[in-house]
């Protein structure tokens, strides 16, 4: 490893993916004596993860090492730390960013574990953080594979791609986060990896809503492969890789994520499919479902590309009530037939 190693690591968002993903951190540099702080919005989130609260599911499922500590303080998370990871809701970076950002030390690496598309700019994460921070992008990174939190934090084994313009930064992460049960790959395609992440969110609520009305695994196999090709034709376009889209973050990630009843998103779209409106799902939703907040921007983004996605603009339509889910598979069995490669 060229790069020293950090002195210590921070994880912004004591969620789901942000506590486990520390967790695999704290385990693969636990050795070499390299603390692991979590910054948590609330006291008493901080409080359960420094006491190990036996009320947190997570906290009961996860064995957290003890390299590991939380705070609700921002400032006391980030000072010293060489390696921030960020761990929120996509909508909600820009403005946590502005505040991040005062406490960031100067040469640190940004790591992003957001699969979401921010929605009014139609910005990935790695960009929005390149326009708040002004970091050069060999300073920030993104991670995205199949990476369902709660798998994880019991260590079943997986896989997952940490992507990075700059070769030695993805390694240098990689080096950080592989443990016994987390084996992450490098990618220089940081556009690929994260629109895969970020698409597949929405494949999934298409996925769960045709769950929800019954409809069997043909469908669901049919809405996954269309969903890849529709993801495929949106990356390629804006300059992506195919190899990227063969990989764990595109379709491992997404085969991942629509088979499993573990995802927020396929979960989501399961509750749609069973009739309860949009804003019933958000209430029943206690954690991040990122592609009904994504599907619009994702949308608007391939229109301003010219690139057809008659799926995601079929989730689009419905969570803005446009379509119901019921005339969802009509909609989508009756565009022009065409030959299966076929670009749009
Ligand atoms: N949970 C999972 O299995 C995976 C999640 N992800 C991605 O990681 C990101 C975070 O997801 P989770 O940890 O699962 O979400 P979550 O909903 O479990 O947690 C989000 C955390 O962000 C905090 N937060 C900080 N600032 C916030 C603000 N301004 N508004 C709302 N919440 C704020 C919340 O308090 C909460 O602790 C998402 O983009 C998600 O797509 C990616 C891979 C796996
Ligand atoms: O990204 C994920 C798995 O890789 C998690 O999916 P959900 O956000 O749908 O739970």
């Known amino acids: ?65 003890a390299n590991i500590s939380a705070s609700s303080n921002q400032r006391e998370v980030l000072e010293g730390a060489d390696l921030v990871v960020l761990a929120i809701p996509s909508q909600s970076l820009r403005r946590e960013l502005a505040v991040f950002k005062k406490y960031f030390e100067p040469e640190a690496v940004l790591l992003s574990l957001m699969k979401g598309l921010e929605r009014g700019t139609d910005l990935r994460m790695s960009e929005v953080i390149a326009e708040i921070t002004q970091f050069p992008e060999d300073r920030i990174a993104v991670l995205s594979g199949p990476n369902l939190a709660m798998e994880i934090a019991r260590e079943q084994p997986t896989a997952s791609v940490v992507a990075c313009a700059d070769s030695e930064t ?53 809405v996954i492969t269309r969903g890849l090709a529709e993801t495929t034709r949106l990356v390629l376009s804006l300059g992506g890789r195919l190899d990227t ?13 629509c088979s499993s009843s573990l995802s927020r998103n396929n979960t989501a779209g399961r509750l749609l499919g069973q009739g309860l409106f949009l804003d019933e799902v958000n209430d ?37 009530g446009s379509l119901s889910v019921e005339n969802m598979a009509a909609r989508l069995l009756a565009r022009e037939l065409k030959s299966e490669g076929e670009q749009n």
Not at 292 to 301: C, E, G, H, M, T
Request: net charge negative.
């Open 170 to 222: 993805a390694q240098w992460i990689a080096e950080l986060c592989s443990a016994p049960y987390f084996r992450p790959y490098t990618n220089d395609d940081v556009l690929g990896v994260e629109l895969g992440g970020i698409v597949k969110n929405i494949i999934a609520l298409a996925v769960g809503m045709c769950d929800g009305m019954g409809m069997g695994d043909n469908t669901k196999s049919t």
């Open 245 to 257: 889209l063969a990989g764990l973050s595109g379709l491992g990630d997404l085969v991942a994520t």
């Open 1 to 65: 490893m060229t790069k020293p190693l950090p002195r210590k690591i921070a994880v912004m968002g004591a969620g789901s993916w942000g506590t486990t993903f520390a967790k695999v951190l704290a385990d693969s540099v636990a050795d070499q004596g390299i603390p692991v702080q979590i910054w948590a919005r609330r006291d008493d989130a901080a409080n359960e993860i420094n006491e190990r609260h036996t009320n947190s599911r997570y906290l009961r499922e996860t064995k957290l090492p």
């Open 284 to 320: 029943r939703m206690s954690q991040t479902a990122e592609g009904i907040k994504s599907a619009r921007a994702v949308f608007d983004l391939a229109r301003a590309h010219e690139v057809e996605m008659p799926i995601t603009e079929a989730v689009v339509m419905v969570l803005e």
